[in-house]
């Protein structure tokens, strides 16, 4: 039915006096005083109400007129509430002040001497730490003397200052909250405590050069599209901190979403029936998404339930969901799908992917290097992001030959003698899970040297 055009209260007067004339003749005086007039004019005021009214009445009730809270009641009356904004979320990694260790004697006390002290005073607590992360732990400054650092109490772990990077790393607290800046004005805080030199994990399979990074959540302080942020974007905290030379965040913010728009509401309203129907794998993804924020991907999956369709989900830092916050997507899914079906939701699982290799090195190239750019290509190839979920149709196999190919090609392996894979070459993955890169652990056939890295979170 289409919106009737608006008629002018004179052309309706004039219909109105055309038409009673034709069926009354008598009439012939329509003056200002007339009470035909009079009558005229009441009943053409009465059709410019009525027209009136129906254009607020499509205003107030039809999706296409209707605009603002009137479109959100229309809206809401077909079944589709008006999408809120959304905060965006990215991780931070901070740089704090660090040294290198030149030299050790052991203690207790123990004494550092380091290329520069000058950024360290006495009761700072520090972190000494090996190349590769293995070898780690928490120390106090006693007091310091130029270069040289002595420490309040010895050192457990034994570390090689000639042969590999060992560093001090300053231990400071970023507190809950913390506000941080980026290039494009829009500002972050830290969703918890962080400490610098602690290496915290995020994201499941980090490469070693992301593990070993301080890293914490950060959610944009206002809602909106413009907390997607660019990689990068992060410069610095709006209130400096002792220890932290600076930030960044490795990847972009997403997640940000403005208050849906009058057109994107009225398209969605209208088409809610259709797309209720369909219940595709997209479809699901996204419901999934709308109940909650920190669904990265989610897949369709066999249901052993008449009436039930089943679904599993993957955390945006490859973890899993609490029992709770899978119970609140499958109430927000049930509202918004035909009546007789329900929606399981479960958290995927990962499967650990650990390598082993014996290699000889191109000359002047370290067995950390070559370790850890070898663990970042493995890494980036078992993304838990990319990779499709396996199932009963299409297994998922993980081929031992892309992996080697992937450890023998990395700059500064000479050669590569011997590989090992677990749980065990050529991989088939259990339906239902995605796998991940746990270990990398590498062995210098010429040093007898070892370089190993853990990179598996645990949740």
């Not at 009673?20 to 008598?26: K, N």
């Not at 004494?111 to 190349?131: M, N, P």
């Not at 009963?392 to 030959?401: C, F, R, S, T």
Request: glycine share 6%.
């Amino acid at each position: 039915m289409s919106l009737q055009p608006l008629r002018t209260f004179s052309s309706l007067m004039q219909e109105w006096i055309q038409r009673f004339v034709a069926y009354t003749p008598s009439v012939t005086w329509f003056g200002v005083n007339s009470s035909a007039r009079a009558w005229g004019a009441a009943t053409a005021a009465a059709v410019a109400n009525l027209y009136e009214l129906d254009v607020r009445l499509r205003q107030r009730f039809g999706l296409i007129a209707s605009s603002g809270d009137n479109l959100v009641e229309a809206a809401r009356a077909a079944g589709a509430e008006q999408l809120p904004a959304q905060a965006a979320k990215c991780f931070v990694a901070f740089r704090p002040e660090t040294a290198t260790v030149v030299s050790i004697v052991v203690g207790p006390p123990s004494v550092l001497t380091v290329d520069d002290a000058s950024a360290f005073l006495a009761g700072d607590e520090i972190r000494i730490r090996s190349a590769d992360g293995s070898d780690n732990e928490v120390v106090e400054i006693d007091s310091i003397l130029g270069n040289v650092i002595t420490l309040t109490a010895g050192l457990v772990a034994t570390y090689s200052p000639g042969s590999e990077d060992v560093q001090i790393l300053f231990r400071a607290v970023i507190p809950e909250g913390t506000t941080i800046n980026t290039l494009s004005g829009v500002v972050f805080a830290t969703l918890e405590d962080v400490y610098t030199g602690d290496a915290n994990p995020v994201l499941n399979g980090e490469s070693t050069f992301l593990g070993l990074l301080d890293k914490v959540w950060c959610e944009a302080t206002e809602k909106g599209a413009a907390g997607n942020v660019e990689p990068l974007a992060v410069t610095a905290l709006v209130t400096p901190i002792r220890g932290v030379l600076s930030c960044f965040n490795p990847e972009p913010g997403s997640g940000g979403a403005d208050i849906e728009s009058d057109f994107d509401l009225k398209y969605r309203a209208m088409h809610q029936p259709t797309i209720a129907n369909q219940e595709t794998h997209t479809w699901i993804e996204a419901i999934c998404r709308a109940g909650n924020s920190n669904v990265l991907r989610a897949i369709k999956v066999t249901s052993s339930t008449v009436a039930t369709m089943a679904c599993q989900v993957l955390h945006r830092n490859g973890g899993t969901f609490t029992t709770a916050q899978l119970t609140a997507m499958e109430e927000y899914a049930e509202q918004r799908v035909r009546s007789y079906m329900k929606l399981d939701v479960t958290n995927v699982t990962l499967q650990a992917i650990e390598v082993e290799a014996s290699i000889t090195l191109d000359p002047d190239v370290t067995l950390a290097q070559v370790g850890i750019a070898a663990s970042s290509l493995l890494a980036a190839f078992l993304d838990y992001r990319k990779l499709p979920f396996s199932t009963d149709d299409e297994p998922l196999v993980i081929d031992e030959a892309d992996l080697l190919a992937m450890v023998k090609n990395t700059t500064g392996v000479a050669t590569l003698e011997t590989a090992s894979f677990l749980p065990a070459a050529d991989t088939t993955i259990t339906t239902n899970s995605i796998p991940t890169l746990a270990r990398l652990s590498l062995t210098d056939l010429t040093s007898g040297d070892t370089w190993n890295a853990d990179l598996a979170v645990s949740f």
